[in-house]
């Protein structure tokens, strides 16, 4: 519920503003929005994003943000992303999170 009331604020993809206001849920206190509002930056390729979804990549509580934000950071290419990378592929609690930082890393 909480997540089609978030996409309800956004708006639609016809909105020129959408990507700033996904990056805007990605501090909302529900976790499924968070990760809705990453996935949806990653599957638009919106590198923009970046430092927010490095953000949660390394500091959400939530295993499954931090694990879809490693994949979009894969999607963005963006080397600023690396240090934090490398740091949850050996540091992460969860073995997905760093298996998946690890394959974020050979996409950049």
Request: with cysteine.
């Amino acid at each position: 519920m909480a997540v089609l009331e978030a996409a309800g604020r956004v708006n639609t993809l016809a909105d020129p503003t959408f990507p700033s206001k996904l990056v805007g849920l990605l501090g909302d206190p529900d976790p499924l929005v968070r990760a809705h509002a990453v996935q949806l930056l990653d599957e638009m390729d919106q590198a923009s994003a970046v430092a927010g979804v490095i953000g949660l990549a390394k500091g959400d509580s939530d295993a499954n943000v931090r694990l879809i934000s490693c994949h979009a950071l894969g999607t963005f290419g963006d080397m600023s992303a690396q240090a934090t990378l490398q740091w949850i592929a050996q540091n992460d609690a969860s073995g997905l999170v760093q298996d998946m930082a690890n394959i974020a890393l050979l996409r950049l």
